[in-house]
């Protein structure tokens, strides 16, 4: 069996971030659809950004030293950014125009972001964890993000191990929420692999 590597899981991650905030856009004037999109997105990147935080950010600093520290601490910093705008959008309606510009804020912001993690960050880590090590990562990155916040809370650390208590705490929370809220169906998943 073929294990993914690390950089191929987050790039996986944010390949569906674009396609779930390409289907909000081209969603408009449906606002049950817009929702739904909305939420798929808004609850991908929160979960994905905790489980950098937790997985991939300590084996930066593990492994490439003063230069990992640094680029954590900037990644860090753009995820606060982004955690912030998150929060805004749970107070507006998706849909309108207030939420579609905070919503493209947080896209304009996340590009980026993304694209120098896979062109700068990670380049520099796999080869510190070997095949092996880029597998465990993986493995450990998707995991996490089971049990990981579905919500943005800026205000909580962004550090382990008091981001993963923290984490514990509001998860449950945060999937109640969820039970509440729309996402996409399955049929509308599908549609948008087509």
């Known amino acids: 069996m073929v294990h993914k590597t690390l ?85 507006q309606t998706p849909g309108t125009s207030e939420y579609d510009t905070t919503l493209k804020k947080v896209m304009e912001h996340l590009r980026p972001h993304n694209d120098s993690e896979e062109q700068e960050d990670l380049p520099l880590l796999e080869p510190e964890l070997g ?6 990562a993986a493995q450990s990155f998707s995991r996490t993000k089971k049990f990981v916040p579905t919500r943005a809370h800026p205000s909580a650390p962004n550090r382990p191990p008091f981001e993963t208590f923290a984490g514990f705490l509001a998860a449950p929370i945060d999937k109640l929420k969820d039970m509440f809220e729309t996402f996409p169906t399955e049929e509308m998943k599908e549609a948008l692999k087509e």
């Open 7 to 91: 950089t191929e899981a987050i790039k996986e991650d944010h390949q569906e971030m674009y396609e779930y905030y390409d289907a909000y856009t081209k969603a408009a004037g449906d606002t049950d659809a817009q929702a739904r999109w909305a939420h798929q997105l808004t609850w991908e990147v929160a979960r994905h950004a905790v489980g950098e935080e937790i997985i991939v950010y300590p084996l930066m600093e593990r492994h490439l030293g003063a230069h990992g520290l640094d680029l954590a601490n900037h990644d860090r910093a753009e995820h606060q950014i982004v955690k912030e705008q998150l929060y805004a959008l749970s107070g």
């Open 131 to 136: 095949a092996d090590g880029s597998a465990q």
